[in-house]
């Protein structure tokens, strides 16, 4: 292989590619319907100048026809008037006029099968337009839908769903991070004080069941004794005069009442620990 034969083939496979990746299917489309309607305008073209000239020579035939029927009747003038000389004149006129119209007759039927197959040919070049107009529309269509699902996949492919899921992930992190800082806050700020009331009421009542049963052990360990009436009537009479008694009192005796009552509620309790 030649030097120059190589260098050629580059050169064409090139401008292969070149074109190949130039060509635009919808404008290579549009433009092969617009190559075939500038065919059929030129076959219409060409039937209606073969229409013309079939008209021509139609009429190129009849008058070689009216000419070879007028000389033929004057041959026959001139025997009648006892011319021969002038109706062989007459005759070898008509031949002529009758072979230039046997030629032309001719000529017009061969023009008359290029005309029907002109016409036959731009038929089927109409047929072919409208059926690639068709099919035009449906490869614009594929084409659009192609473009669209490549376009698509591409969208996709160029998504990272594994960065989404991350930042949803540390997005996450953040907000169990930011629920413990709440909880920590709370536990910080400290108890209210209806927990903390809440709390000495609990202690309160296990303080007070632990109390009844430290009295119940002792009453149990001490023999029982027989309460006299007249015991019984020393206590309500005693009661009654404690009651008249603190009612009696004024605010300040009610307050020094209160305290005492409290420092001996502290002095059970420390006897109870």
């Keep these: 292989m030649g030097l120059f034969e190589r260098i050629g083939r580059v050169v064409r496979a090139n401008v292969n590619d070149l074109v190949n990746k130039a060509e635009d299917p919808e404008k290579v489309l549009d433009q092969?319907?617009?190559?075939?309607?500038?065919?059929?305008?030129?076959?219409?073209?060409?039937v209606a100048g073969a229409l013309a000239t079939q008209k021509r020579i139609e009429q190129q035939y009849k008058e070689n026809?009216?000419?070879?029927?007028?000389?033929?009747?004057?041959?026959?003038?001139?025997?009648?008037?006892?011319d021969e000389n002038l109706a062989r004149q007459a005759l070898t006129r008509k031949k002529g006029y009758s072979e230039t119209?046997?030629?032309?007759?001719?000529?017009?039927?061969?023009?008359?099968?290029?005309?029907?197959?002109?016409?036959?040919?731009?038929?089927?070049?109409?047929?072919?337009?409208?059926?690639?107009?068709?099919k035009k529309d449906m490869?614009?269509?594929?084409?659009?839908?192609?473009?669209?699902?490549?376009?698509?996949?591409?969208?996709?492919?160029?998504?990272?769903?594994?960065?989404?899921?991350?930042?949803?992930?540390?997005?996450?992190?953040k907000v169990l991070q930011m629920e413990a800082v709440s909880q920590s806050a709370a536990e910080l700020a400290?108890?209210?004080?209806?927990?903390?009331?809440?709390?000495?009421?609990?202690?309160?009542?296990?303080?007070?069941?632990l109390a009844a049963m430290k009295s119940q052990q002792l009453l149990e360990s001490q023999p029982a004794q027989q309460s006299l009436p007249a015991s019984s009537q020393d206590d309500s009479s005693t009661q009654s005069q404690e009651e008249s008694q603190s009612q009696e009192k004024s605010p300040s005796q009610q307050s020094s009442a209160i305290d005492a009552e409290l420092e001996a509620l502290r002095a059970q309790l420390k006897k109870m620990n």
């Design 190 to 209: 400290g108890e209210s004080l209806e927990d903390e009331f809440a709390k000495l009421e609990a202690g309160s009542d296990i303080e007070a069941e």
């Design 65 to 82: 026809e009216k000419e070879a029927a007028s000389w033929q009747k004057r041959a026959q003038l001139a025997l009648q008037k006892g």
């Design 101 to 134: 119209a046997a030629q032309l007759k001719e000529q017009l039927e061969q023009q008359i099968t290029q005309i029907e197959q002109l016409k036959r040919n731009l038929t089927g070049l109409e047929s072919k337009i409208s059926e690639a107009k068709t």
């Design 139 to 173: 490869l614009k269509a594929r084409m659009s839908a192609a473009k669209a699902n490549q376009q698509v996949q591409n969208t996709v492919s160029d998504l990272n769903t594994s960065s989404a899921m991350a930042a949803f992930e540390r997005m996450e992190d």
């Design 32 to 46: 092969a319907v617009i190559d075939m309607q500038n065919q059929v305008v030129e076959l219409r073209k060409a």
